[in-house]
Nanobody, 124 residues
Framework: QVQLVESGGGLVRAGDSLRLSCEGS????????MGWFRQAPGKEREFVAV????????YYADSVKGRFTISRDTTKNTVFLQMNNLKPEDTAVYYC?????????????????WGQGTQVTVAS
């Protein structure tokens, strides 16, 4: 079993930056692909970014490409999402998730463990 805890959310202005963290416990995250998703009020949860278990592959949603960067620190059992040039449409609850056995999935159903989420609000 893997427990995931996100942190780093908050209220910022458009153009600002935030770095989200996702710390794992229970077992190492080093063998899992790790993803970030987000869910805005009234909308479905959507894919944001994924990093493979080795860290060698990353993929991003088109809406965040060039602004967000996903990374991982296996020594700290933590995954990060650096978010730059934030926009009001980035406002959502952000979730990290761990996938067992898949390399770089982007579908919600491909993930086995989820954190509780952290709120990101971007004011215009």
């Amino acid at each position: 079993q893997v427990q995931l805890v996100e942190s780093g959310g908050g209220l910022v202005r458009a153009g600002d930056s935030l770095r989200l963290s996702c710390e794992g416990s229970g077992r190492t995250l080093s063998s899992h692909a790790m993803g970030w998703f987000r869910q805005a009020p009234g909308k479905e949860r959507e894919f944001v970014a994924v990093i493979s278990w080795s860290g060698s592959m990353t993929y991003y949603a088109d809406s965040v490409k060039g602004r967000f960067t996903i990374s991982r620190d296996t020594t700290k059992n933590t995954v990060f999402l650096q978010m730059n040039n934030l926009k009001p449409e980035d406002t959502a609850v952000y979730y990290c998730a761990a996938s067992v056995g898949m390399q770089s999935p982007s579908a919600v159903l491909d993930y086995d463990f989820w954190g509780q989420g952290t709120q990101v609000t971007v004011a215009s």
